[in-house]
């Protein structure tokens, strides 16, 4: 989520037959949505993107399909570009269309998208071989027969330390635990990658 792109959604209903459909007037109303758009991303309004959807459909069905469109198409007024936008979609999603019956708009769609910056998590060093800090009997798969368990603590292992179960590795707050058949190698970045024994 904090890492996410920046994005606000406008809709508007702007029910229309597409063979009749007033081009000026959608127009206009992207216009709005834009401008309000703006108004919601404050500071970063010049960096958006604005991507545009139209929510299509034959004429008598229920739900519609999401056409993306530029506010060029719509200032030319490109009613057949549009219409085999649809066509495609329509056939791409449910595997035929139908070209001779009407289509009507029910929805036009504004997303305003601020691409952020794509953060770069500073690498972690590398270190010798890891060396446990001490042992403890632990119950795994045999809650009869604790086993030997060699103890690591997260702060003193590197970049590319690889450790094989049974093991612990502790830190502040939560402790990992490596099954007998379990690997771990630690990633660049310092995220602990476990190939679990056995999984397929």
């Known amino acids: 989520m904090l890492l996410a792109?920046?994005?606000?959604?406008?809709?508007?209903?702007?029910?229309?037959?597409?063979?009749?459909l007033d081009f000026a007037e959608l127009v206009k109303?992207?216009?709005?949505?834009?401008?309000?758009?703006?108004?919601?991303?404050?500071?970063?309004?010049?960096a958006a993107e604005f991507q545009i959807e139209l929510d299509l459909r034959y004429?008598?069905?229920e739900f519609t399909l999401s056409v993306p469109v530029s506010r060029e198409m719509l200032k030319r007024g490109d009613r057949q570009k549009i219409r085999s936008?649809?066509?495609?979609?329509?056939?791409?999603?449910?595997?035929?269309?139908?070209?001779?019956e009407p289509v009507e708009m029910v929805n036009i769609r504004l997303a305003a998208v601020v691409k952020r910056?794509?953060?770069?998590?500073?690498?972690?060093?590398?270190?010798?071989?890891?060396?446990?800090?001490?042992?403890?009997?632990v119950y795994l798969s045999d809650a009869r027969k604790p086993v030997s368990c060699p103890i690591y603590q997260r702060s003193e292992i590197g970049a590319g330390t690889?450790?094989?179960?049974?093991?612990?590795?502790?830190?502040?707050?939560?402790?990992?635990?490596?099954?007998?058949?379990d690997k771990c190698v630690v990633a660049p970045s310092g995220e602990i990658l476990i190939d679990v024994g056995g999984a397929k």
Request: without cysteine; charged residues 30%; positive net charge.
């Open 5 to 20: 792109d920046e994005r606000h959604d406008f809709i508007r209903t702007f029910y229309y037959d597409l063979a009749g």
């Open 29 to 46: 109303v992207h216009d709005e949505m834009a401008a309000e758009a703006k108004k919601s991303l404050r500071h970063s309004a010049k």
């Open 59 to 61: 004429v008598g069905q």
């Open 85 to 100: 936008a649809f066509d495609a979609l329509y056939e791409h999603r449910y595997a035929h269309h139908s070209p001779e």
């Open 117 to 137: 910056q794509k953060l770069r998590f500073p690498k972690l060093s590398r270190r010798g071989a890891a060396k446990p800090s001490g042992r403890r009997p």
């Open 162 to 181: 690889r450790i094989e179960g049974p093991a612990l590795i502790e830190e502040h707050g939560t402790t990992t635990v490596l099954f007998e058949s």
